[in-house]
């Protein structure tokens, strides 16, 4: 089977080129007011809330942030923020004492989604860490028609864990599918019988290529969860 005839679906919010655009959440600012008044520095795990913190309250600029993924490092120096530390895990014990060694005596707040894969400052908390957190955006699902499913042999392309489990309430998985998630947190969230490639580095755009890859050698056997 040759890649141009593998649908490369990307379920991310952002379009790519060469890729089907199958968008499975969207965002809702929580309007309530951001009072930065009592920290120091902020701390942000994924652009969206960077966007957010900007529709909210401009005045976040004016503080240090720490940036969760490269992302959203890239989303706050396009807003004019600047990074201050950008931990080089997000997950396990290396972000705890990443951040506890280095912020111990800041006063951290953590401007994040309504639901979390990871709970950052239950985690951070345990390490002796104290931080305050405000809940500034939420994600919801985007419904579909069952027509509307994936082909077959289809490449999808995971982004988040939310992208996997709106997907999951759209359609039922299906075996000739191909999953390529943005890392292993997202993986976690697969069916536990799909089939699975895990992008090189944590962006839209190595999933894309390790998409590509998989489309060229489709006929190869794939890792299983």
């Known amino acids: 089977m040759h890649s141009e005839n593998i649908?490369?679906?990307l379920l991310s919010p952002l379009a790519k080129e060469g890729t089907i655009h199958f968008p499975m959440i969207q965002f809702s600012l929580i309007e309530t007011p951001l009072d930065l008044s009592t920290c120091d520095t902020l701390m942000f795990t994924s652009?969206?809330?960077v966007k957010s913190a900007e529709a909210l309250n401009p005045e976040w600029r004016k503080y240090p942030c720490l940036a969760i993924g490269s992302a959203t490092a890239k989303e706050i120096r396009s807003l004019g923020g600047k990074v201050l530390y950008q931990p080089r895990s997000f997950y396990g014990k290396t972000l705890g004492q990443d951040i506890i060694t280095t912020f111990k005596d800041k006063k951290i707040l953590y401007l994040r989604p309504k639901e979390v894969s990871?709970?950052?400052?239950?985690f951070l908390s345990k390490e002796g860490l104290e931080i305050e957190e405000q809940i500034i955006y939420e994600t919801s699902c985007i419904s579909y028609e069952k027509?509307?499913?994936p082909i077959k042999d289809a490449i999808i392309i995971f982004t988040s864990p939310s992208t996997i489990h709106c997907f999951l309430k759209n359609f039922e998985w299906d075996e000739s599918y191909?999953?390529?998630?943005i890392g292993e947190s997202t993986r976690v969230h697969l069916p536990?019988?799909?089939r699975y490639k895990i992008a090189d580095t944590p962006l839209i755009d190595a999933?894309?290529?390790?998409?590509r890859?998989?489309?060229?050698?489709?006929?190869?056997?794939?890792?299983?969860s």
């Open 7 to 9: 649908g490369i679906y």
């Open 47 to 49: 652009k969206q809330a």
């Open 118 to 122: 990871f709970d950052s400052k239950n």
């Open 147 to 149: 027509k509307e499913k």
């Open 178 to 181: 191909t999953a390529v998630v």
């Open 192 to 194: 536990t019988h799909a």
């Open 207 to 211: 999933c894309i290529a390790k998409a």
């Open 213 to 224: 890859s998989v489309a060229r050698h489709k006929s190869l056997p794939l890792k299983l």
